[in-house]
């Protein structure tokens, strides 16, 4: 008994731990510089100026007096569509309990994320969720990265729309993720992707997820009509994420596009070619697995993980917080293949060796974070749909035992 309510009260350490190390690290290291952006572009507007123009002349001046960009030189343009802009006129407007509201919401969308995901582990992974997920934000797609600390917007359409699929899985209704993603998708149009989700895994959703797709598209397309300077120093600011900060991602394509870009190379036709190249098998693969997952071949713990980490690869700009809301399910996945494993202690130890290594990569430099991320999420991945596959071939096998002996009698 008592060793029982030890072991039950290390996670409660875990957290403890994990709330003091927040107020530390942001001693330490220059935070929330995702929403000094924000803020400065609320401020532009304000007293009437273009953001986008302001951050555009404020990387110019940086860029000409040779500063690249980083965490301390902050040097980031606001670049996020024009639609965004009434409602960034709004908070600006706001007293400063506005940005405390914020920073309120931002917790409880990181706690969510944390929340809805952890709902993929059977009853003999619970126990190893809960020591995990205080260590979730800190790693997210399982490298260490101070990206918790920027106070980007991601995480707060991460966690509304993770707690709107939560309720569309429990109650089937499926209207609020779809209010949710196209919210998001007015941000970040790369997250229409996220209508994945609902269509491959629940029934009957092809058409409300494709209506919503095609609302955001709208939604994107039409901007350049309603506000057409703003789209179009928009587009720059965006562009000048490439050329300045290298901020390609970190998803397959995105790496490709680093590569070209550090070889002095066009890159955006190649790609495009070379995502469409991925995420076509891609999705195939996933609607094949979903396909089975209708018909009861695995369940949705097991699907789950594998669901969201396959989705968030079909984003074509992966950035660390885009990869957060996966850390819980890769390391899921990371886990059930250790437990199948013929020597787990083997499997471990080597696990814990390559989280060190990839680890260390993700630290050493800005390019080796990128591809540590994107080589860790596709081996996770691979790893999880290799085993689904497998388990796919083992049921075929058995029930093709099964039918072979009435077959004979017959």
């Given at each position: 008994?008592?060793?029982?309510?030890?072991?039950?009260?290390?996670?409660?350490?875990?957290?403890?731990?994990?709330?003091?190390?927040?107020?530390?690290?942001?001693?330490?290291?220059?935070?929330?510089?995702?929403?000094?952006?924000?803020?400065?572009?609320?401020?532009?507007?304000?007293?009437?100026?273009?953001?986008?123009?302001?951050?555009?002349?404020?990387?110019?001046?940086?860029?000409?007096?040779?500063?690249?960009?980083?965490?301390?030189?902050?040097?980031?343009?606001?670049?996020?569509?024009?639609?965004?802009?009434?409602?960034?006129?709004?908070?600006?407007?706001?007293?400063?309990?506005?940005?405390?509201?914020?920073?309120?919401?931002?917790?409880?969308?990181?706690?969510?994320?944390?929340?809805?995901?952890?709902?993929?582990?059977?009853?003999?992974?619970?126990?190893?969720?809960?020591?995990?997920?205080?260590?979730?934000?800190?790693?997210?797609?399982?490298?260490?990265?101070?990206?918790?600390?920027?106070?980007?917007?991601?995480?707060?359409?991460?966690?509304?729309?993770?707690?709107?699929?939560?309720?569309?899985?429990?109650?089937?209704?499926?209207?609020?993720?779809?209010?949710?993603?196209?919210?998001?998708?007015?941000?970040?149009?790369?997250?229409?992707?996220?209508l994945a989700i609902p269509v491959l895994s629940a029934r009957k959703q092809w058409l409300p997820a494709g209506i919503?797709?095609?609302?955001?598209?709208?939604?994107?397309?039409?901007?350049?009509?309603?506000?057409?300077?703003?789209?179009?120093?928009?587009?720059?600011?965006?562009?000048?994420?490439?050329?300045?900060?290298?901020?390609?991602?970190?998803?397959?394509?995105?790496?490709?596009?680093?590569?070209?870009?550090?070889?002095?190379?066009?890159?955006?036709?190649?790609?495009?070619?070379?995502?469409?190249?991925?995420?076509?098998?891609?999705?195939?693969?996933?609607?094949?697995?979903?396909?089975?997952?209708?018909?009861?071949?695995?369940?949705?713990?097991?699907w789950m993980p594998i669901l969201l980490c396959g989705t968030i690869l079909l984003n074509p700009r992966l950035i660390e917080y885009d990869l957060a809301p996966v850390t819980v399910p890769m390391a899921l996945l990371v886990f059930r293949?250790?437990?199948?494993?013929?020597?787990?202690?083997?499997?471990?130890?080597?696990?814990?060796?390559?989280?060190?290594?990839?680890?260390?990569?993700?630290?050493?430099?800005?390019?080796?974070?990128?591809?540590?991320?994107?080589?860790?999420?596709?081996?996770?991945?691979?790893?999880?749909?290799?085993?689904?596959?497998?388990?796919?071939?083992?049921?075929?096998?058995?029930?093709?035992?099964?039918?072979?002996?009435?077959?004979?009698?017959?």
């Amino acid at each position: 008994m008592g060793r029982n309510r030890l072991l039950s009260f290390i996670p409660w350490v875990f957290w403890i731990s994990a709330c003091f190390a927040v107020p530390i690290w942001v001693s330490t290291l220059q935070a929330h510089w995702d929403f000094d952006v924000y803020a400065r572009a609320a401020h532009s507007l304000h007293i009437g100026h273009d953001p986008y123009m302001d951050g555009i002349a404020e990387q110019e001046r940086l860029h000409r007096d040779g500063q690249p960009p980083s965490d301390d030189n902050v040097s980031y343009s606001y670049v996020y569509p024009p639609v965004t802009l009434p409602l960034l006129r709004l908070l600006g407007g706001l007293p400063h309990w506005g940005v405390l509201a914020y920073w309120l919401l931002y917790v409880a969308a990181v706690l969510a994320q944390i929340w809805v995901c952890m709902k993929a582990g059977v009853a003999q992974e619970r126990y190893f969720l809960a020591l995990f997920a205080p260590a979730a934000a800190f790693f997210p797609g399982l490298a260490q990265t101070a990206t918790i600390l920027s106070g980007n917007i991601a995480y707060i359409l991460y966690g509304m729309v993770l707690l709107a699929a939560y309720f569309g899985w429990r109650r089937g209704n499926w209207y609020w993720f779809y209010a949710a993603v196209l919210l998001t998708a007015c941000f970040k149009p790369p997250y229409l992707t996220l209508l994945a989700i609902p269509v491959l895994s629940a029934r009957k959703q092809w058409l409300p997820a494709g209506i919503t797709g095609a609302a955001g598209v709208c939604i994107f397309a039409i901007q350049p009509l309603l506000w057409p300077d703003y789209y179009h120093h928009f587009l720059r600011a965006v562009a000048m994420q490439f050329s300045y900060n290298s901020d390609f991602g970190s998803s397959p394509a995105g790496i490709l596009g680093l590569v070209l870009f550090l070889e002095h190379m066009p890159y955006c036709s190649a790609t495009w070619i070379f995502y469409l190249a991925y995420a076509v098998p891609l999705f195939a693969l996933l609607v094949y697995l979903s396909r089975r997952y209708f018909e009861g071949t695995f369940t949705f713990e097991q699907w789950m993980p594998i669901l969201l980490c396959g989705t968030i690869l079909l984003n074509p700009r992966l950035i660390e917080y885009d990869l957060a809301p996966v850390t819980v399910p890769m390391a899921l996945l990371v886990f059930r293949h250790i437990l199948s494993s013929s020597n787990r202690l083997r499997h471990a130890l080597l696990t814990i060796v390559l989280f060190i290594a990839a680890n260390y990569a993700a630290y050493s430099s800005f390019y080796a974070a990128r591809w540590t991320e994107c080589l860790v999420l596709l081996a996770v991945f691979s790893t999880g749909s290799w085993r689904l596959l497998a388990q796919l071939r083992e049921s075929s096998v058995v029930e093709s035992e099964s039918v072979e002996p009435v077959e004979a009698m017959a």
